[in-house]
C-alpha cells in the first residue's frame, strides 16, 4: 500500500477527530477547551486535504467544512469571552 502525503493528513485527521471525541466521552477533556477545539480544527483540516488533494467525496467535504467552521467559531467565542471576563486593560 503506497500512501502520499495527502492520505497521511487524512489519516491523521481522523485520529485527532475521534481521540478528540473519545476525551471528551471519557470526561477528560471540556468540550469549551481549546485543546478539544484545535484537535477538532487541525483534525477537519487534514480531512479536507485529503478530500481535495486525494479522492474527492463531496457529502465528506461538506461535512468536514462544516466540522472545520464549527471549530472556528468554538475557538473564537472562547477568545472572545475569555476577553470579555478578564476586562478592558488599564
Not at 47 to 63: C, R
Not at 66 to 75: K, P
Request: avoid cysteine; glycine fraction near 12%.
Amino acid at each position: 500500500m503506497n500512501l502520499f502525503w495527502h492520505d497521511w493528513a487524512g489519516l491523521i485527521g481522523v485520529t485527532l477527530v475521534l481521540v478528540a471525541f473519545f476525551l471528551l466521552q471519557a470526561h477528560k477533556l471540556s468540550g469549551q477547551g481549546y485543546l478539544y477545539q484545535g484537535m477538532n480544527l487541525v483534525g477537519a483540516f487534514g480531512i479536507l486535504l485529503s478530500l481535495i488533494f486525494g479522492t474527492f467525496n463531496l457529502s465528506a467535504f461538506l461535512q468536514e467544512l462544516a466540522w472545520f467552521l464549527i471549530s472556528v467559531y468554538g475557538i473564537v467565542r472562547g477568545v472572545k469571552l475569555k476577553k470579555a471576563a478578564v476586562g478592558p486593560l488599564p
